[in-house]
C-alpha cells in the first residue's frame, strides 16, 4: 500500500509538472503571436503610411506637371500671337526707374557694372518669360545653376542635409519644387517633384527663415535675383507670406517681374512712388525712400558679400531706420584678404549697435556640400539693442581663436565697438590668427580714421596684402 501511494504521488508530480510546462509553451506561444499581431498591425500601419506619402506625392508631381502643361501652353500662345505684355511693361517699367537713378547713387563696383551693361545690352532681344528666365539663370550670377547630375545621391545628400537641419518641416520642403519653366537641363525629378541642385540653397533660405525668424508672414528682400525665393516663400505649405517686398537695382528687378508675374499674375505690382497694396510689391532703389510698407523680416543672401562698401552703408542706414523687427542675412566672412573671390567689401555684416543678435552660425551643411572654399556666416538680428560685450569674448576662457571664435569675436565687438575693443581685437587676432581674414582690415582702417596712428603702418601692410582685389573686374557675362 505504501509503495502505491509513494508511485501515485510520483505519477501526480510528473504531471503537474508536465501540466505546468505545457502551461508555460502555450503563455510562451500565446505571447509570440500576440507580438506577431502587433508586428503585423505595425507594418499594416507603416505600409499605409507609405500609400498615403506616395498618393500625396503623386498628387503634388501631377498638379505640377498639369500647372507646367498650362503654364507652357501660354507661353505658346503668347508666343504664335507675338504678344508678351509682361515683358514689355518691366521694360517700361526699369526704363522708368533708370531715369530716377540719383547721380549720388554709389557705383555698382566691379562686380556687378559689367553684368549691369550686358543686361542692358540684351535686354531688348528676349522676347518672352522664358528666354528671360532663362537668361537670368545662365547668364547672371544670381545663382549657380549646374546641369542635374546624373547620380541622384548628389540630389540625396542635399535632401538630407536640409532635412537633418529642420526635421520638423520635412513635409514643407517635400512639398516645395522648383520653377518648371527653368532651363530643362538644369531639372530633375526626385521624391516626385521637379528639383535642381540649387533650389535647395533657395528651400533652406524659406525653412531658416521659418524657424529662427517666428513664421513672418511679411518679408522683404534685398536682392531678390529673378524671384525664386520670393516664389518658395509666397507658395510654402506652412508660413505662406502674405507680404513680399523685393528692393534690388532696376536692372535686376526686370526679371523678377517677369518670372513672378508669369506665375502670380496681378498679385504682383511695381512699386513707383505708390504702394497698390498687392501681395508682392517690386521696389527699385531710386523708389526706396518712399516705401512705407512694414516687414517682419529682412533678408539677403549671397549679394551683400559682392556690393562696395559704400553699398553696405547705404543699407545699413537704411534697415536701421526702416520698420522691421528681423533681419536675416547668409553672405560671406573670415575670408582672406588676398583671397577675396567674389567679394567687394571688407566687412558685410556690420550692422550697428542698435541690433541684437539672436543666432549666428558659422557654415552650413548644405553648403559645404557645394564646397569648402569659403566660409558663409548664418545671421539673424533684432532690431533691441545690443548688449553683448567683448568682454565675454570666449578666448578670455581658455578657447583658441579659429574662426568660429574669430567670428564670435568680431559679432561683439559689432555690439560693443569702441577703440580700446577695436585695439583688443586687432591685437588679439594679428598674434593669434595663422593668416589675415578681411574684416581685420576695415577695423584697422577704421582705427586708422579715429586719429589711432600708430596702425597706419599695419593698415598698409593689411593693404598691400588686398593688392587691390577690390577693383579686380571679372569677365562679363557670355551673350545669349
Sequence with gaps: ???????????????????????????????????LTESKNALERKL??????????????TAMELRLQALTKRLAELEKQNQFPVVLEARRHLEKALARVSPSQPSYGSRWQPQIDAIRRDIPALRDSMSCLHYAQKEITFDGRPPFPSNLMQIQFREWAVENEFPNLIPTLRHMYDNPLSYSESLGEFNGRTVSQIFYCHARIVLAGITYANRPKRILEIGGGYGEIARLWLTNSTAPAESYVIVDIPECLFFAEVA??????????????????????????????????SADLVINTGSMQEMTDEWIDFYVGWLTKYDTRYFYSLNYIAQPIAVMGESRNLWSQRLGSEWSTRHLRLNIPLLDLEGPARDFLETLYEKSPATRRLKEWSIDRGHILSKPTYVEGLDLLRQDFTIENAKLFVGTVMERMPYHPKELLYVVEWLTRQGESEFASLRGKLRGELGGFLSHAPAPPKVA
Excluded: C
Aim: proline share 4%; net charge negative.
Design 48 to 61: 499605409h503610411e507609405r500609400d498615403e506619402h506616395i498618393r500625396a506625392l503623386t498628387e503634388s508631381a
Design 260 to 293: 513672378l508675374r508669369a506665375e502670380f499674375g496681378d498679385q504682383v505690382a511695381y512699386f513707383e512712388g505708390h504702394d497698390p497694396g498687392t501681395r508682392i510689391l517690386l521696389v527699385p532703389i531710386p523708389y526706396l525712400g518712399d516705401l512705407t510698407r
Design 1 to 35: 500500500m505504501w509503495q502505491t501511494r509513494s508511485k501515485l504521488k510520483e505519477q501526480n508530480r510528473l504531471l503537474t509538472e508536465s501540466v505546468t510546462a505545457t502551461a508555460v509553451m502555450v503563455n510562451e506561444r500565446d505571447e509570440h503571436i500576440r507580438a
